[in-house]
Structures are given as C-alpha cells and as structure tokens.
C-alpha cells in the first residue's frame, strides 16, 4: 500500500468520524417538540411563533407548531401530556382546577389532578378591556351606554363574559336590560363594528391590532378609558385580581400611539387604564429541566426581536415576570417551570415567590 493511498483512507476515516461525531450532537441539540396556539395576529401566536424560531436557531428544539387550535383543548392537552407547549389563557387552568365550565365533564378531583400538572415559561397579555366607538355614532363615555347597542364579544366565552362585567362594575347596566349587546364569532367582529350596526364595543385589543388598523381606516374613533375612581374600586380591582384577568396601564400618549391618527383617547389624567386578558406560553411539569432552561434562556436573549417583530409587541408585557400584570398567583393555580425561574433569575429578573413551586 502507498502512503498516498493510506493517507487518503486516514482522512476518509478521519472525515467520517467527525461528521458522524456532528450528527450525533445534533441529534442530543434537537429535541422535537409539539406546540398549539390560537389563529395568526395577536400575541397569543406571536410568542410560540418566536419560541419555535429561535429554539431552531440555536439548536435547542424543532417546535411542530399548530395555530388556529381551540385553546380549551390545548390547554387539556399539555396537562394530560399529549402535547409539549401550549398558549394558555390563565383563566382555563383555574375554570379546570375546579371542574367547571369547559371542564366540566373531568370533574373537580381529575381537573385539579390535571391543572396541577401545568406549569408557565413566561407570560404576556392577550388584549386590554376599554371601551370605543366611532365618532358619528355620538357616544359619550361609558354612562352614554343606556340604551346603546353594545358589540361585546362572540356568542359564548371568557371575552362575552369580561365584557359584561366591565360595563356592570363601572355603569351598573346588565346586558339585555340596560343596553343590548350584540355577540358575533371573532371573525365577523369587524365587519360587525364597521357597518353600523352597533353604538359601541367593549373588547379586549391590542395597541394596535390588525382590527384596530381596520377600523381606523374606516373613520374617526374614540377609546375611553376605565374612569380612574372605577378602576381604583374595591369591585373592579377584586374583579382585575381574579384568575385571568389583571390590571392595565399605560400613558395616553402610548394608547394614542397605538391605536393610530384617527384615534381619540380620552382619560381623566395621563393614564390610559383597562383590564388585561393574561395568559402565557405552558408546559407540563414533567418536561426537562434543562430544556426548559434553554428555551426560556433563547426566549429571554431574543427579547428585543420579538418586541421588534409587530407594533403590539412592546406593549404586551413580554419579559414582565412579576407583579399583578403577569396574572400570576392569588387564585390562579399555575406556578412558573424550575427551569423558567432559572432562566429568569439567571438573566437578572425577579419571579414573585408565589409564583414558584
């Protein structure tokens, strides 16, 4: 044998084992996971979206995403270990501890056994409560609603709910009795508000959402905000405290900002107040550890990207992990994953200690 011949067998071999030795650590990096979430436009899909890339990215996981999935089944999924991650509103987990609602049928004991399987990486809003209508219907302010007709959600869900409770704890009004609200399916919500056929809505939005945008496009609006003495009331803040919901400032030249030029924001002072829907990327207990540290950690590092990634984005509360926005704590039954509070602690964030295991 010539030494060419032997030196071209040696690096062969020695090629072959490198690249062998690179497949194999590519292989213990890529973990393939399954994540659900709602329809594409708003931070609810935004987060796992993000979550999914930069897992890719950085050798972490292959995230399979579904969007466009009924959250109550998602959310049922990661708790019985179906699937990996999903985006829960904080409001399920709670309604599933107890057995009720969409829960119904599981019972208190099998729902409390399955919710306590739960836990959270991060969490975010998924829209703010005020209320607003365009300017040629003449509405003025929230005791103006008498009489009104109201678009305050779709036919069943937490969002019909919120909203009824909003416009009771601040005008006293009941739906079918003091004003008539008026439900439509997400979809139609649009086309609901823009051909006139209600006064004023009351709906969770983003600063902006792709509704929001629409509307503005179609004339002149006015957001008010939740009168501050209202906000500041033993109901509505027992009301915001509850699981799922939270409390929402923000300055009015932000909101005016968000929400676009042909927009009126009208507030007592320079605070824009509403109520967040809380919710947040989930994960079962069981998942590993330190692959649930290096999820949050790309989650974390990538902050500013996904901020940057849509107009709401920067104010959605991500990278908010403590205080009465995230919605954690008091009766919500989640808790943050071990490896999300290291993560979290590790980059220099503090985690409320009810809030951890």
């Not at 919710?115 to 365009?134: K, Q």
């Not at 919605?327 to 999300?340: E, I, S, T, V, Y």
């Amino acid at each position: 044998m010539s030494l060419g011949g032997h030196m071209t067998r040696l690096f062969s071999f020695t090629a072959f084992a490198a690249a062998a030795s690179l497949t194999a650590t590519a292989v213990v990096a890529q973990v393939n996971l399954t994540a659900e979430t709602a329809s594409p436009g708003g931070s609810a899909y935004l987060a796992p979206s993000h979550l999914t890339e930069v897992a890719a990215a950085k050798g972490i996981a292959n995230i399979q995403l579904a969007d466009g999935q009924t959250l109550t089944n998602s959310v049922q999924n990661v708790a019985e270990g179906k699937t990996d991650i999903a985006t829960t509103p904080f409001i399920l987990p709670f309604l599933m501890s107890r057995g009720v609602g969409p829960y119904a049928s599981l019972g208190k004991e099998k729902g409390a056994e399955l919710a306590s399987n739960m836990r959270v990486l991060y969490s975010f809003s998924l829209g703010a409560f005020f209320m607003y209508a365009f300017d040629s219907k003449g509405v003025d302010g929230w005791q103006d609603l008498k009489g009104r007709k109201v678009f305050n959600g779709p036919p069943r869900g937490a969002a019909l709910n919120n909203s009824r409770s909003i416009v009771q704890i601040i005008t006293g009004l009941k739906d079918g009795e003091g004003y008539e609200g008026v439900q439509a399916n997400w979809g139609q919500a649009t086309s609901t508000i823009n051909d006139g056929t209600v006064d004023a809505v009351v709906l969770p939005e983003l600063f902006p959402s792709g509704r929001i945008v629409e509307l503005g496009a179609a004339g002149n609006l006015t957001a008010w905000s939740i009168p501050k003495d209202v906000f500041e009331s033993e109901p509505m803040q027992k009301y915001m405290s509850s699981p799922g919901n939270a409390p929402w400032l923000m300055t009015v030249a932000a909101a005016k900002a968000g929400l676009g030029e042909n927009w009126t924001v009208v507030s007592e002072d320079d605070t824009f107040r509403g109520m967040s829907t809380v919710g947040g990327d989930t994960v079962n207990k069981n998942m590993d550890e330190e692959l649930v540290y290096k999820l949050v950690k790309a989650h974390i590092d990538t902050l500013d990207q996904l901020k940057a990634k849509a107009p709401f984005a920067s104010t959605v509360g991500f990278g908010v992990v403590s205080g009465p926005s995230t919605g954690m704590c008091g009766a919500n039954p989640l808790k943050f994953h071990k490896g999300a509070v290291r993560a979290w602690e590790e980059a220099g964030y503090k985690i409320d200690d009810c809030a951890k295991e």
